[in-house]
């Protein structure tokens, strides 16, 4: 797919979606052009972000967990050079709106919560790798756990599903769960067992416009937009 000369697009993760739309006006006007949302899918479909720059689509910034900033690094599909560590976020869990709020404010009660729930839904990013290959490993209840949940993938958000009344809870980074209607009780995993993603806001090697992709990059990093990062439920880490 190629890329028009007004056009500055964009490659993110579910987990920076809120924040990046919430800036998305500030942005158009520090390149001059029109912002295109290419992909706000991390997962494993056809329209995720590693897919699409195998492809070889074009892109001027992606954003991503580390982890997988790291693997894109590796494959050449995004520079090393220039990129910014621009958020924090952790994992929470989710019902359906009406639902009663589950106990998971100690490690036994979300033991409990994980083994009386009948479905459970997790994403194919980094939160979901976590619960289904850390998480339940550690609370000794793996065999009981990993049955009865769902991977929610091609881009779907977990709390969407949860809002069908198709879960009865969720998991999921807590900026891609607070945008969801329909749900309640967004609850994070208690502190002895949460785990906390960095992301990382890079060059793809497709740019066209590198020299403005970094400048987009330094203000996603700037204390400029760090407000609008803190509103969607990260913690913005803002360099001056």
């Known amino acids: 797919m190629t890329a028009t ?6 490659m993110t993760s579910g987990a920076f979606t809120a924040a990046y739309l ?3 006006p500030q942005l ?3 390149t001059g052009k029109k912002i295109v949302t290419v992909t706000t899918s991390i997962g494993t479909g056809e329209t995720s972000i590693a897919n699409r720059l195998k492809r070889g689509e074009v ?3 992606v954003i991503v967990a580390e982890p997988a900033f790291r693997q894109f690094v590796a494959a050449g599909v995004v520079l090393d050079e220039g990129y910014r560590i621009i958020a924090r976020s952790g994992i929470a869990m989710a ?5 009663p709020k589950p106990d998971i404010s100690t490690i036994d009660a979300l033991r409990n ?5 009948k479905s459970i839904g997790y994403s194919a990013s980094e939160s979901g790798k976590y619960l289904t290959t850390e998480l339940v490993q550690r609370l000794g209840i793996a065999d009981q756990v990993l049955p009865k949940s769902r991977l929610i993938g091609g881009g779907e958000r977990v709390g969407a599903v949860i809002a069908r009344g198709e879960l009865d809870i969720g998991f999921q980074q807590i900026s891609e769960l607070r945008p969801v209607p329909g749900i309640a009780h967004i609850t994070p995993l208690p ?3 949460q785990k906390v993603s960095s992301f990382a806001a890079g060059v793809a090697a497709s740019s066209p416009d590198k020299a403005g992709a970094r400048a987009v990059i330094g203000f996603l990093a700037s204390p400029e937009a760090a407000q ?7 913690e913005p880490i803002a360099h001056r």
């Open 5 to 10: 000369a007004n056009e500055f697009r964009v």
């Open 22 to 24: 919430a800036l998305m």
């Open 28 to 30: 158009e006007r520090l």
């Open 59 to 61: 892109a001027d910034i």
């Open 95 to 99: 019902v359906r709106a009406g639902a």
């Open 113 to 117: 919560t994980l083994l009386q729930a």
């Open 191 to 193: 502190p002895e067992v």
């Open 228 to 234: 609008a990062i803190a509103d969607s439920g990260l």
